[in-house]
């Protein structure tokens, strides 16, 4: 059972005012009713949504509901209609249940226990013999009996491009398309690739129906607010300089930058290059890289290995040739093809454009140059 979902303040959260205000002016204006965001692993969306965004859409008047599908993807269906019943009033919650023919004694116990009446429509839902899409209707029938506009973010919103997850995907964009005017939605993720599919494909549910964009990463300004608050507790300061280069060290990543400041702040004494070094070894090695690693067959290691190192002539001649050095055995265009495919399917490799692919996850790229890189 779920409880209601509580942000614990964080001082170290770099505040993205103008950002967040950015996006809810675009929804005033009316210039969309829903928006795609796309950034790498780990580069601060679901900090923005859940920190900026969703507050600021609050504090705007909005109901508000968040669901992360990646973490339901078995049921992203019960996911995405148990986060729209946390923007219900208890009555609607009940209401919903009534009609999906759950007695009402049931209910009025379940009212006394943790989750309450969420909880017992969540439990509901998860029923087999539950119709998915009639929750939905349900649940939003209710929503528009409320006076105020629902800002709707799905995370990881790429679970919903999967097949198996079709029905439902074609009945959340059919009752989204006819409230466009008090339902505005986020759909974030870091597949880049699946995102694209999922909104530029004509048989996709959600054709032509969110603008895709990239969503701005942070940068020098977020060094500068980390770096001012861990002086004002450090003995000794780092100056921006040294934020700077460790953050580009760190391929930018805002993650592994939080972990170099913890590392440095703990371990004062041994110094910035310490710190830097033990947080490079720690994040660019991690165990569950070597899992995904030796999960994967030959030919997916040697074609991600070539992408690792920036090797992306894969069907060229040369391409062939390293890859059947690699294998030990002749490469043809199909090996490259398949491991493309299989790589891509598993959300280990996006590709930007015919023939130019890109490994997702910029640490598990780092780990296996690490890996293969010549031993002094
Ligand atoms: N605005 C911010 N201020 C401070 N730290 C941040 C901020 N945004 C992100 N971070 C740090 O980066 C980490 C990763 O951010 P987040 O989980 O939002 O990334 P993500 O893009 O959603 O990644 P994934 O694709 O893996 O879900 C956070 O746990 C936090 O430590
Ligand atoms: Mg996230």
């Not at 087999?128 to 006076?147: F, G, T």
């Not at 974030?188 to 895709?212: K, Q, V």
């Amino acid at each position: 059972m779920r409880k209601p979902e509580t942000i614990e303040p964080d001082p170290w959260h770099f505040p993205r005012p103008e950002l967040a205000e950015g996006y809810l002016r675009a929804f005033e204006l009316k210039l969309s009713s829903a928006r795609g965001l796309f950034a790498r692993r780990r580069m601060g969306k679901t900090e923005f949504l859940r920190r900026d965004l969703l507050p600021a859409a609050a504090a705007d008047g909005y109901l508000i509901a968040y669901t992360n599908l990646w973490d339901n993807r078995s049921a992203p269906d019960v996911a995405l209609v148990a986060a729209l019943t946390d923007a219900l009033e208890p009555q609607g919650v009940k209401a919903v249940l009534t009609k999906l023919g759950q007695p009402l004694k049931k209910v009025r116990a379940s009212a006394k226990l943790p989750g309450g009446a969420e909880g017992a429509l969540e439990a509901e839902l998860a029923q087999q013999a539950v119709d998915k899409s009639e929750a939905l209707r349900e649940v939003l029938k209710q929503l528009d009996r409320q006076k105020k506009p629902l800002l709707l973010v799905i995370d990881e919103a790429q679970v919903l491009a999967r097949a198996e997850h079709g029905d439902f995907s074609h009945a959340l964009r059919a009752a989204l398309d006819i409230r466009k005017g008090s339902i505005k939605v986020i759909f974030a993720g870091s597949s880049e690739t699946t995102l694209r599919e999922m909104f530029a494909r004509a048989s996709e549910p959600f054709y032509n129906w969110a603008p895709l964009e990239a969503f701005p990463l942070l940068g020098d300004e977020f060094v500068a607010f980390t770096i001012k608050l861990m002086n004002s507790m450090a003995r000794q300061v780092l100056t921006l300089k040294q934020g700077k280069r460790a953050f580009d060290e760190l391929h930018r990543t805002p993650e592994f930058f939080k972990r170099f400041v913890e590392r440095y702040m703990l371990y004062q004494p041994q110094g910035e290059e310490a710190a830097l070094a033990h947080t490079k070894a720690s994040v660019f090695s991690d165990e569950h890289f070597l899992k995904q690693w030796t999960e994967m067959n030959p030919a997916d290691q040697a074609v991600i290995t070539m992408l690792a190192r920036g090797e992306s002539d894969l069907h060229a001649k040369e391409g062939m040739a390293k890859l059947s050095v690699m294998l030990g055995k002749p490469a043809t265009r199909n090996t490259a093809g398949h491991a493309l495919r299989r790589l891509q399917s598993e959300n280990a490799v996006t590709r930007l454009a015919l023939g130019d692919y890109r490994i997702e996850d910029e640490a598990f790229a780092e780990w296996i140059r690490r890996r293969t890189a010549p031993k002094h």
